[in-house]
């Protein structure tokens, strides 16, 4: 299985940014999809969660403001991300859940200037 993540880059606060992630691999659609960031210096932490009937879990430090949703046919999931924060400056990672395994992308740096 691999995850490949897209659509990290600078922006300033306020902006908005979509991040994506497509896994491959001998997967089913039964898994929960997600993504997690790491700020410098601190410790990895869940941002938000799919699962495959799009039940959502949300960080409460996003919530309101970032979007998770997922193409079952695609393997693919998504983060809308809006008024971003400086806070928000991360390398997030995407994660995929299956089998009780997880598996992680290679990360995208998400920068945000204040």
């Known amino acids: 299985v691999q995850l490949q993540a897209f659509g990290g880059g600078l922006v300033q606060a306020g902006g908005s940014l979509r991040l994506s992630c497509a896994a491959s691999g001998s997967i089913s659609s039964i898994n929960v999809m997600g993504w997690y960031r790491q700020a410098p210096g601190k410790q990895r932490e869940l941002v938000a969660s799919?699962?495959?009937?799009?039940?959502?879990t949300y960080a409460d430090s996003v919530k309101g403001r970032f979007a998770i949703s997922r193409d079952n046919a695609k393997n693919t999931v998504y983060l809308q991300m809006n008024s971003l924060k400086p806070e928000d400056t991360a390398v997030y990672y995407c994660n995929l859940l299956f089998r009780n395994y997880n598996y992680w992308g290679q990360g995208t740096l998400v920068t945000v200037s204040s």
């Open positions: 799919i699962t495959f009937v799009s039940g959502r």
